[in-house]
């Protein structure tokens, strides 16, 4: 693996531009990762957007918004002469796609916001900064350099895929605002009403039934560490979500649906390395309980799979890893 510093990466990209390439993310990609693809495809204008799996209910529903394409392959291209992975910096957090990324070829860009990890393969170049708090916050620093025009569409993207990854902008940096700034004025919109466009009310019976579940979920609570899970009859992610929003430091909860059993985990910004917890890694090792696939980030990540009699050993088996490090808690 070549380590990239932003100069390397603007060389990089230059020089691969007009090569026939994939653009990829972690698995279950959220509005950071597609926001991303979308953005620096406009850079690499003979690729394709693949996912290793689904993009969540929250990306599917921006992309549409703005009129981008919904329905994105799953299908690795083999034949690629380049791939570029975004907002991931391990093939192990790519799930489907893992084997292939690992037995490919030719030349793989990662650019990523997270603490590097090692990727043994000589032909990976990668670019990991933790001064920037999202993916998209990287790309939109290329099309600038690029000189690709931003017009009011693709700040909106961009815009949302920077906040999604903010955690609130607790995640933030001075440059954070300062892009969002920038992004708003390119959109002709302030802040409150960016927000208000994209946000997904569901119905308001379906609101309610949330907050029930919510409120009959169960909590653990072990050297201050408050942990939550329960069970949703749909948008799982989103009870996880606000579970941590009102004071829970980890919340899991899961939805059934007719084919398949699904999780959503997050976890408080910074308890991950407090805690020495990365919940993407979690859902990815024990997925297969449930026949399926999971990953995503050490703060928020996801699995899903068929076997939905499995319930229980999944959620034994996330309680189990989780409280086996809040219980080592000096």
Do not use: W
Not at 94 to 102: E, R, S, V
């Amino acid at each position: 693996m070549q380590k990239l510093n932003y100069e390397g990466l603007k060389n990089f990209v230059s020089g691969t531009q007009q090569k026939k390439a994939i653009i990829t993310f972690h698995s279950i990609g959220d509005r950071d990762s597609v926001a991303s693809a979308f953005a620096i495809s406009l850079i690499f204008k003979n690729s394709k957007i693949v996912s290793p799996d689904f993009i969540t209910s929250n990306s599917s529903s921006m992309l549409k918004k703005l009129g981008y394409p919904t329905e994105i392959s799953t299908e690795f291209d083999d034949s690629a002469e380049l791939v570029i992975l975004l907002d991931a910096n391990d093939f192990a957090e790519c799930g489907p796609f893992a084997d292939k990324l690992k037995a490919f070829n030719n030349e793989i860009l990662i650019v990523d916001h997270h603490s590097p990890k090692v990727v043994g393969n000589d032909n990976v170049y990668c670019f990991n900064d933790e001064s920037y708090n999202s993916a998209t916050s990287i790309i939109y620093n290329l099309l600038r350099d690029f000189s690709v025009p931003i017009d009011v569409k693709l700040a909106k993207l961009i815009a949302m895929g920077i906040i999604s990854d903010s955690a609130e902008f607790k995640n933030s940096t001075a440059d954070t605002f300062l892009q969002i700034g920038s992004l708003l004025k390119e959109a002709g919109t302030d802040y409150t009403s960016l927000l208000t466009e994209f946000e997904q009310i569901s119905d308001v019976r379906e609101r309610a039934k949330t907050i029930s579940e919510m409120f009959n979920s169960t909590v653990i609570i072990k050297n201050k560490v408050l942990f939550v899970f329960g069970r949703t009859e749909t948008h799982s992610n989103i009870a996880a979500e606000n579970a941590v929003k009102i004071g829970a430091d980890i919340a899991l909860f899961h939805s059934i649906s007719k084919k398949e059993i699904s999780f959503a985990a997050r976890m408080r910004p910074g308890l991950d390395k407090t805690l020495g917890i990365d919940l993407g890694s979690i859902m990815k090792s024990i997925a297969p309980a449930i026949s399926g696939t999971g990953g995503g980030h050490p703060c928020a990540a996801g699995a899903y799979g068929p076997l939905q009699f499995k319930k229980d050993e999944f959620i034994n088996n996330f309680i189990s890893k989780v409280l086996s490090r809040i219980e080592n808690l000096t």
